[in-house]
């Protein structure tokens, strides 16, 4: 009966979120409405309800989130990105395509000091596709390395999404952030790869240049080695710190924010820009620690109703190979990020996929892997593609069309589900640091 009851709030879970619903008005009230169906008593099920949002709050986790939210607004205000951008361009003059690298390369490493790819696909949609325009590059190569590099953001630690994926499965946070390093390096040799390759066989879409995007004066130059080594040096302190079990994820999410103070400080940043930083992280985070409590209610539900344990003995029944109920998963994830945003599809789908992925043998922390790069391929579809409509509205040029940035950013798309089946069939990718450094 209880199993009964839950498949019938996923439907209208389903129903709601179509409608139009908030994600987290209709979790709490599917989960509220069949708590208190099978249990028969109003009271009760406020109270069960009340008592998982009071116990979600209480998790010192949560505090992880707010804090490197806060950390990569202030690097991202700083002016700090371009920085590095300019850093990593000097660097890298040799190469074919070498602003969209640079590009790439800058993203890899400010999405060690986000965790949010919105931040990045906005900052390098305004400092990166100017100077690729300047030099003649085709706007369909520029905008897809901006959106699909931004990508990386959800990947490589500390990444808003493996928070939510370690919350909602009781893993640890810094285990899952130290398995996304290799995977989210891989993925960025890929796309490093895409970009040689293209602009060697179409030279046109990424013409050829030795000169510097800007001469600095020596002032000047001296403020982007600080911009671009402080965040070198914050993703030291921050990774290093849980490498050397030196920090709780929550401890070094804390001297994180405080190192991006620090650099913000130098930078220029004063009180009120740090303020409008503290109220924009908390803007940010707000209404993902929603989510995150009413998500709780929904895995409340579901194990009340011994939901998990049902769809598996479904799943399982049907004799068919793990592989295939894998790309079952994974279709569900590329469909729903058509429609919904990464956290969401997280919270609807992660407390029912993950547990049947361990039932199937594959590796959690693999597994985990593997989800997140599937659903932040789903960041590139259309029609939602967050990615895609936040690139287009950083963008200082108005003519580029979101058709335009939605076929750049196929090639990515390709590439992130290439590098979630390598992950997948290949998990000492994801679990060979964890192994070793925790």
């Known amino acids: 009966m209880g199993a009964d009851i839950v498949l019938w709030m996923l439907a209208l879970l389903i129903t709601l979120i179509v409608m139009g619903v908030h994600i987290g008005i209709a979790l709490a009230l599917c989960s509220g409405l069949g708590v208190w169906l099978m249990i028969g008593s109003i009271e009760a099920a406020v109270s069960i309800m009340g008592n998982t949002a009071y116990e979600a709050v209480r998790k010192d986790v949560f505090a992880v989130i707010p804090l490197f939210v806060l950390m990569g607004d202030i690097i991202s205000r700083s002016g700090a990105a371009g920085d590095l951008y300019r850093i990593c361009d000097r660097g890298l003059k040799r190469l074919p395509g070498r602003l969209a690298i640079a590009t790439i390369a800058g993203n890899t490493v400010f999405a060690a000091v986000t965790g949010v790819s919105i931040a990045a696909a906005a900052a390098f949609s305004r400092i990166a596709y100017p100077e690729m325009k300047k030099l003649g590059y085709k706007d369909t190569f520029s905008v897809g390395a901006v959106a699909g590099s931004a990508c990386l953001g959800m990947l490589i630690p500390p990444s808003i999404l493996l928070i939510v994926w370690a919350i909602l499965t009781e893993m640890s946070v810094g285990a899952l952030f130290i398995a996304g390093i290799i995977p989210g390096l891989v993925l960025a040799l890929l796309f490093s790869g895409y970009v040689i390759a293209a602009a060697k066989l179409t030279p046109h879409v990424a013409p050829s240049s030795n000169q510097d995007l800007i001469v600095l004066a020596p002032e000047a130059r001296k403020q982007e080695l600080i911009g671009g080594f402080g965040i070198l040096g914050l993703i030291c302190l921050v990774i290093g710190g849980l490498w050397l079990g030196l920090f709780t994820p929550t ?103 993950a547990p049947l992925a361990m039932a199937l043998g594959f590796n959690p922390i693999a597994f985990a892997i593997f989800g997140i790069l599937v659903i932040e391929a789903g960041l590139l579809t259309p029609p939602f593609g967050l990615l895609v409509y936040t690139v287009k509205g950083a963008l200082p040029d108005k003519n580029v069309s979101l058709g335009t940035i939605f076929k750049g950013s196929a090639p990515y798309f390709m590439l992130i ?14 679990t060979w640091l964890p192994d070793v450094m925790l």
């Open 251 to 353: 401890e070094a999410a804390g001297f994180g924010a405080i190192g991006a103070i620090v650099i913000g400080v130098i930078k220029g940043m004063r009180r009120a820009e740090l303020m409008d930083a503290i109220l924009q992280a908390g803007r940010t985070t707000a209404p993902i620690m929603f989510l995150l409590i009413t998500a709780q209610m929904y895995s409340r539900l579901l194990a009340l109703g011994g939901a998990v344990n049902y769809i598996q003995s479904i799943f399982l029944g049907l004799g068919a190979d793990p592989w295939v109920i894998l790309m079952i998963m994974a279709l569900v994830w590329i469909i729903l990020g058509m429609l919904v945003d990464s956290v969401s599809i997280i919270l609807l789908t992660v407390p029912i996929f």
């Open 417 to 430: 589900l290439f590098a979630a089946l390598i992950v997948i069939m290949i998990p000492s990718l994801a």
